[in-house]
Each structure stands twice: as C-alpha cells, then as structure tokens.
C-alpha cells in the first residue's frame, strides 16, 4: 500500500485506468445488470476471478496479459498449478516490459481450482460426445482442430472416458518444425491425468502431406504404448495425417483399437 500510496503522490498512473470506466463496462456490473454472463467477454470474466490488478496493471489488462501468456482462453483453463506457474514464468521472460505481477500462491491456487471445476463440469455435461470406436472417428476429431495450412507439425491427444467418448476437444501436446516434432511420453499422459481419462487417441500431422510414418513415429508409438500400460490409460491408436489421407496404427494391428481404414499416400 505505501508503495502505491508512494505511486500517486509522484503522478505515476494505473495502466489503462479501470477506475475511470463508467459502472455500466465494469466487469461485475455489466454481469449484474444484464442478469447473464453470456454477454461478457473472456477477459472481463477473468478480471472478476482475479479480483484486483497490480501497481501500474489494472484487473482488465492483467487479465489480457495472462490470456495471451497461454494463447487463448481455451488453453489457460487447461492449465494446472504447475504449467499455470511455468506458463506465467516464461510469459515474464520474454515479455519484460509487459510482466504478469502479483501472482503469488494464493492467486495461483485460486485459479487452479477454477479451472479444475470448469472441465469437470465439461466432462459431467449432459451431452457426451459420440465415442472415438474406429480410426476414422479420430481422424474426424483430429481434423476439427487442424488448420488446412499448417506448416509445422502439431502432436495432440485425445482423452477418452470408459465409453471412449471425448473427455475434451483435442489437447495440444506440441508443436514442432516442418519436419518433427519434439515432446516426452510424460507430457502426453500428464495431459490424460489432468482429465481423468482411462483411455487416449494421439495424432500428429506431416506437412509434406505424405502420412507414411517414419522411423521416429514407430519408436514414438512405441514408447506411448509401453507408457500406456504403466499408466493404466491405454493407447487405443495413433493417426498421422496427411493433406488427403492418413495412416493408423490401430488399423494396422500396432495399437488396441482399429476398424476403420488408413489410405495411402
């Protein structure tokens, strides 16, 4: 406080100046107002979770910061305490003059539970999704969340409940070069705990657009099948995606699940 106190009597200013917004755009009024969250965007409602900015960083641009530390929304809510801290740690090096500050333990533990309590209500919801039962249903998954232009290879997994439905949309596990991919099995698994998946589908694309799988891919697959069984969370198939085709493991008898049809190059 004495160093805010300190702050205004020298005429340094809060950034972006919260305060002076009329009470209509505030973040909790807005809410109140209109009876409904549904009209609030992603950074007022993480602004009303954080409560309070930091000297020089009001709760709005905080918010923004820590939104862009992860790359959207959808991947900050996939965080847990420790890839929250980390993510927040390497936003600040590389962003030394727009640091997030004033996330100490408490505020980190408080949005941890935040977003354990959002996918938990994802994963009860009463609409399950129709269940990944052949390679063809991963592969329609896995295009969802693939952009048709993708230069550099992305490695994902998908979780699956004991019904083989999607306990989320497709997790981003990498992204790598034009020509690989770099990750540990660990990475991949941490992801299935994190939504207390008892089964998983993985998939990378080739850019070059040929799916025929390399050498590295077969050790890869290797290494998560053997993980697997440790694990308890079996790997059920591995697709790798090309710009018109695609190459399954399960369909070729080298994982659990398979029925349905890899094409060639």
């Known amino acids: 406080m004495a160093c805010f106190s300190k702050l205004r009597k020298t005429g340094v200013k809060m950034a972006n100046g919260f305060k002076n917004l009329v009470t209509e755009l505030k973040p909790r009024e807005k809410i109140e107002k209109a009876g409904t969250a549904s009209t609030a965007s992603a950074v007022e409602l993480l602004a009303i979770i954080l409560k309070t900015g930091t000297v020089g960083c009001d709760v709005m641009e905080l918010s923004r910061r820590l939104i862009d530390a992860f790359g959207g929304v959808e991947e900050l809510v996939r965080t847990d305490y420790n890839s929250l801290k980390s993510g927040v740690a390497e936003y600040n090096r590389r962003n030394p003059a727009r640091k997030i500050l004033g996330f100490g333990r408490v505020k980190l533990l408080e ?7 959002a996918r938990r209500g994802y994963a009860c919801r009463k609409d399950p999704r129709k269940p990944i039962l052949s390679s063809e249903d991963a592969v329609a998954a896995f295009r969802a969340v693939l952009k048709s232009d993708a230069e550099r290879e992305t490695f994902w997994v998908l979780p699956l409940d004991a019904k083989k439905r999607p306990l989320a949309d497709a997790q981003v596990v990498s992204i790598g070069t034009a020509n690989g991919v770099g990750f540990h099995p660990r990475d991949v698994f941490a992801l299935a705990v994190r939504w207390n ?40 198939d591995h697709v790798i995606l090309g710009s018109n085709s695609y190459y399954s493991y399960a369909d070729e008898g080298r994982c659990a699940m398979g029925n349905g049809r890899s094409g060639p190059c």
């Open 197 to 236: 998946a008892t089964g998983i589908v993985v998939a990378h694309n080739h850019p070059s657009g040929c799916p025929t799988p390399s050498k590295r891919d077969d050790v890869l697959t290797q290494g998560l099948l053997d993980a697997g069984k440790i694990m308890g969370i079996p790997l059920l």
């Open 111 to 117: 949005l941890t539970a935040a977003f354990e309590l």
